[in-house]
């Protein structure tokens, strides 16, 4: 009996710390939306000089936009129609939430940057 409960005790440290490990992976997954978007939106901050609400904006829309990209874009043939005129729709979601976000001389230097 006393071993069966350090057997069941083993298996469900080991469960648990499994499970802890394949969160921690799944939090530092480079090609995420998110991780990219995050990335971006400090690089904006930083030269944009953006404040705490249009980092947020900027954040929604740049998700936005790559979480397209990965189920519309990406991996598929670049010269299909489709294809590319998600893209032209995509970009131009972008640049309108980004006029709408930034002020006229943000939005200035951001045309610039792309």
Do not use: C
Not at 11 to 35: H, N, T, W, Y
Not at 99 to 106: N, P, R, S, T
Request: positive net charge; charged residues 30%.
């Amino acid at each position: 009996m006393k071993n069966l409960i350090k057997v069941f005790a083993f298996s469900a440290v080991m469960f648990l710390g499994a499970q802890s490990i394949s969160a921690q992976s799944l939090s530092q997954d480079q090609s995420r939306p998110e991780v990219i978007a995050k990335a971006e939106t400090a690089k904006l901050t930083d030269e944009l000089g953006l404040s705490g609400d249009q980092s947020r904006s900027v954040f929604r829309a740049l998700v936005s936009k790559h979480v397209n990209y990965q189920k519309h874009i990406e991996g598929k043939d670049a010269n299909d129609a489709t294809v590319v005129a998600n893209k032209k729709k995509f970009d131009a979601s972008e640049e309108e939430l980004m006029k709408k976000i930034l002020d006229e001389k943000q939005y200035a230097k951001w045309k610039t940057m792309e």
